[in-house]
């Protein structure tokens, strides 16, 4: 399918909707010509299968950081008339609302350095990391219903955070409509989620001390907070098993709703539902509790990572100036209006490892970032560069306000797993003074580092395609991991 | 053979399960979803958790199941390394039930992925010349 692909411009390829048969709309990839090299081909031919759907608004895309994944491929937005199209349990993926946050300090390397390892060691104590780990907040029914009705603000009205936290999240900390009990959220994802508020999880999840390295963009780092030298915290994160549990039941109810509606599938996994269906709205107010119980576990962290602070410099957190910078989400499905072809049009956009990425003048985002725009945040790989970059007003022409959202893979987890060994990551990076702390070292190996691809080849292909710009660059010092 | 891994997913775990019998692929396949995050011979068979599942046909039965196995492996802190299959039956109107017994134990072992779900890409249960393969692809 790759050779199918027309270069349109140096970080710009085109895939045509006569590609393959039922190909409804024509596919957009974003990336260097050494992107494309290295992309599957089976990940091409995935974006072609999104294409097939009903109702698709030109065009399905990828980003740079994209790789072969199930059904959609990871590092893709698939974007679907609010009326034609359809909402997709698959196209959104197990992880709703994975997604990253950054929180800033008034610290620098000087103040860090000496007492890193008593930081990284009191952070891992505070944050629960690990499979089904328990977290140290006991819910009852009526409150866990609060979490995922409120989300990040639950949160600020349990005093583990203040207002302004909220106002640096996208979409406020929560979304408006989530569904809270059965029949649209189950009592298994309940009974999975309750337990597992405040925790990080394991695999590629992580919390992340690290320093700003470079600033590109010295006027728009200013307005983020952020400058040269300086510590911050990131930390990325999900919905837990609450979100893997809605995700699953939403693949079974779907799965009967395509032979409902009589919906031809290319690969089940795209399982869907007319967007203004019973199943479909059902999927999408199941889906906001997911990414409501995400954003407020992401906040009850943020609340930790600033005690732990507290505790190490012996200064309250404002003191130390742990503001949140932003809070974005790379994995979900919204309902969003954007100008197509000169009109607006409302559809839902499908994030599936893509951050949103909206440029300047958007009421989506906050007021004080409104005349530069939104904060997006780049994780790299475990130990390995992390970006800031800026929303820009061609994301909004051309990607449905949407960029990449990581390195992402470029060898199988399994490979990794067989090619290195956990302790001589854990070796390779302390040898480069950073502090590694994670519940055992074997989980390191499917996230080595060279596993990946390089951060800052994708990160290029979106500055050069100027659909997000870069605004500074971050390294780890210390890591917990799951 | 009980089951097999394959790498060519990049972000993905795919395996096949085989068995000759219905109960062996569920058990086999069960085994295989367990054995993407760890290793089985690992863990002592001291604890058990009696699991059911639902589906409108055996591959829905299936896919229900591997799913509420990793539900009760996170909920009860249960890690399972193995699997009896007391009741696979199809009740009229009603689709398949199925009633196992999951053996594991309370002491996880050292993890090296951690499965998230059960994908529905290429997920199937087939009958082949001498019994069933199950093909599963998990997300980690």
Known sequence: MKEKLKQQDEFRWWLDKSARPRMKVGAKIIGSKEIINTLEDAAVEQLTNVATLPGPIEPVLAMPDAHWGYGLPMGAVGAFDAEEGIISAGCTGFDINCGVRLIRTNLSVEDVQPKLQQLVEELFNRVPAGVGSQGKIRLSDSQFSDVIRWGAKWAIDNDRGVPADLAHCEEGGYMEGAAMQAPQVSEKARRR???????LGAGNHYLEVQKVEKIFDEPVAKVFGLEKGQIVVMLHCGSRGFGHQVATDYLESMAVAVKKYNIWLPDQQLVCAPANSPEGQDYYAAMKAAVNFAFCNRQVMTHWIRQGFEAVFGRDWEALGMHL???VTHNICKFETHEVNGLKRDMYVHRKGATRAFGPGNPKI???????GQPVLIGGSMGTASYVLVGTEQAMKETFGSTCHGAGRAMSRKAAIRKYHGRDIKNALEAKGKVVRSMGTKILAEEAPNAYKDVHVVVDSVHGADISRKVASQIPLGVVKG | MEYEYSDEITSDQLFHAYGT?????????GKA???VMSDLEEVKLDHEIEVKAEGIDEQHLLYDWLSNLLLEFEVEGVFFADFSINLIEERPGKGFHLVSIAKGSQKIPELRTHVKGVTLHRFSLERINNGYKATV????
Do not use: H, I, K, W
């Open chain 2, 33 to 35: 979803l367990f054995g």
């Open chain 1, 325 to 327: 910078v932003y809070d």
């Open chain 1, 366 to 372: 906050p007021e004080d970032y409104q005349s530069v």
């Open chain 2, 21 to 29: 019998t219905l109960p062996e692929v569920f058990r086999n396949a």
């Open chain 2, 137 to 140: 692809v998990v997300d980690v």
């Open chain 1, 193 to 199: 989620g309750r337990p597992q508020l405040g925790t």
